[in-house]
Nanobody, 124 residues
Framework: QVQLVESGGGLVQAGGSLRLSCTAS????????MGWFRQAPGQEREFVAA????????NYAVSAKGRFTISRDNAKNTVYLQMNRLEPEDTAVYYC?????????????????WGQGTQVTVSS
């Protein structure tokens, strides 16, 4: 069993920045592929970014590339999502997740454990 707790969401103006954190417990965090997803009202949950256990490989959604940075600190059991140049379209609940197995995936169905989410609201 894995517990994930996200933090760092909030209200920000367009062009601003936020850093989300996700702290894990209950499993060997350093061996897990971690991902960030988001879900806007009335929309499907979508992939944002993922990072391998060592941090050596990273993948981003097209919408995140160049603006968002995923990173992790295995000593703190924490994965981060630095979001810059935020746009109103980035407004959503952001979730971190642990991938079940296999190579790094963008599919939400490949992630077994999820946090409760943190709200990000970007005003225009």
């Amino acid at each position: 069993q894995v517990q994930l707790v996200e933090s760092g969401g909030g209200l920000v103006q367009a062009g601003g920045s936020l850093r989300l954190s996700c702290t894990a417990s209950g499993r060997t965090f350093s061996s897990c592929i971690m991902g960030w997803f988001r879900q806007a009202p009335g929309q499907e949950r979508e992939f944002v970014a993922a990072i391998t256990s060592s941090g050596g490989s990273i993948n981003y959604a097209v919408s995140a590339k160049g603006r968002f940075t995923i990173s992790r600190d295995n000593a703190k059991n924490t994965v981060y999502l630095q979001m810059n140049r935020l746009e109103p379209e980035d407004t959503a609940v952001y979730y971190c997740a642990v991938q079940s197995f296999g190579s790094m995936s963008m599919r939400k169905y490949d992630y077994a454990y999820w946090g409760q989410g943190t709200q990000v609201t970007v005003s225009s």
